[in-house]
């Protein structure tokens, strides 16, 4: 069985930086694509930033340049490193494990950006 654990949110001032962390454990997790996740309030889930197996990466448009994402397959984790936070930043940050078919979901942890 998958378990996905995030942590790190919490309360930052606009222009300031948080870094997020997710362990996958259950799976072998150099096989395994790892996504981050937001669902600001009252909207749908929407994708961060991706990364490969294979160290491949994709970043929604609105973050480029202000989040980065690394993973570690000797710990198994997976980092988001956000800097330059925006209000809308604002949402539940979830982590997400994808092989083939199968996707694995943590419970999220609350990002909040606000002075």
């Known amino acids: 069985q998958v378990q996905v654990v995030e942590s790190g949110g919490g309360l930052v001032q606009p222009g300031g930086s948080l870094r997020l962390s997710c362990v996958a454990s259950?799976?072998?997790?150099?096989?395994?694509?790892m996504g981050w996740y937001r669902q600001p309030p009252g909207k749908q889930r929407e994708l961060v930033a991706r990364i490969s197996k294979s160290g491949d990466i994709n970043y929604a448009d609105s973050v480029k340049g202000r989040f980065t994402i690394s993973r570690d397959n000797a710990k198994e984790t997976v980092s988001l490193q956000m800097n330059s936070l925006k209000p809308e930043d604002t949402a539940v940050y979830y982590c997400g494990a994808h092989l083939g078919k199968f996707d694995a979901w943590g419970q999220g942890t609350q990002v909040t950006v606000s002075s």
């Open positions: 259950g799976t072998i997790f150099s096989m395994v694509d």
